[in-house]
């Protein structure tokens, strides 16, 4: 992974942990429903946010390595990975 995309995804998983913290606390503390759901919804955006981030650098990278090199083997197996992770099945 690139150093930039590294630190990008570390700061949104401190972030991420940082709302998931959060929304314990405020379960534990018997808040407002709808405020616990808010959090819950901002979680799953970072998390969201994060996806994207690590999809666009797997493309960048892994896939990219591997539709340039010589693998077929290597190429077929990373645009199966992609087409299953689009498609929310698992390889």
Same mark, same amino acid.
């Given at each position: 992974?690139?150093?930039?995309?590294?630190?990008?995804? @570390?700061? $949104?998983? =401190? *972030?991420? &942990?940082?709302?998931?913290?959060?929304?314990?606390?405020?379960? %534990?503390?018997?808040?407002? !429903?709808?405020?616990?759901?808010? @959090?819950? $919804?901002? =979680? *799953?955006? &970072?998390?969201?946010?994060?996806?994207?981030?690590?999809?666009? %650098?797997?493309?960048?990278? !892994?896939?990219?390595?591997?539709?340039?090199g010589?693998?077929?083997?290597?190429?077929?197996?990373?645009?199966?990975?992609?087409?299953?992770?689009?498609?929310?099945?698992?390889?």
């Open positions: 992974m690139k150093e930039k995309s590294k630190q990008s995804v @570390q700061s $949104r998983l =401190a *972030k991420i &942990a940082g709302q998931i913290n959060a929304v314990s606390r405020m379960v %534990e503390e018997d808040r407002y !429903c709808i405020d616990v759901i808010r @959090q819950v $919804r901002a =979680a *799953k955006a &970072a998390l969201s946010s994060l996806e994207q981030v690590m999809l666009r %650098e797997h493309v960048d990278t !892994c896939v990219t390595h591997a539709l340039t010589d693998d077929v083997a290597l190429r077929k197996e990373r645009v199966e990975e992609l087409v299953a992770v689009l498609g929310g099945t698992k390889k």
